[in-house]
């Protein structure tokens, strides 16, 4: 049987292109379950929370903070993308989210990630830059933009 674990890394596994060292191993995944305040989901091809045995074709992490929950990952299998995984991912989350009493959802990204479309159709906008704050595993440096969507 498939554990929700395995599914999470299943789709990390090929939905990060690892020219930019983006998608987390298996052991910091664990390590951000651990904490009550971090909460996962996950989807199957057709848009339903996965049956035993089925695979995930996206999921998506975020922890909650005070007022906020902040996106830590979401990620779609490439077979899967442009089949509405993604929005109903931050659909999903959103509800949730203000359900735990968040007014506001916030996100990280590289600058240039083809997901920012995503993100900013849905309703997200820029708030911030933080330049050359990532690290590629080549050492190329690269700007990070945080996104904020106020739920209030």
């Avoid at 664990?30 to 339903?48: I, M, P, S, V, W």
């Amino acid at each position: 049987m498939i554990d929700d674990l395995d599914r999470i890394m299943a789709v990390m596994g090929t939905a990060f292109d690892p020219v930019y060292g983006e998608a987390w191993n298996r052991r910091q995944v664990e390590d951000a379950l651990k904490f009550g305040n971090t909460h996962y989901y996950l989807l199957c091809a057709q848009g339903h929370t996965p049956a035993d045995g089925e695979s995930a074709a996206g999921f998506s992490l975020s922890r909650t903070g005070f007022e906020e929950e902040e996106l830590l990952l979401l990620a779609v299998s490439p077979e899967d993308r442009g089949r509405g995984i993604g929005r109903a991912l931050l659909e999903r989350l959103r509800i949730d989210a203000a359900s735990r009493g968040a007014r506001r959802l916030l996100l990280e990204m590289r600058k240039g990630n083809p997901a920012e479309t995503l993100y900013t159709n849905f309703g997200f906008v820029p708030i911030g830059e933080r330049r050359e704050y990532y690290r590629t595993p080549s050492g190329q440096r690269l700007d990070a933009i945080t996104f904020a969507y106020d739920m209030s």
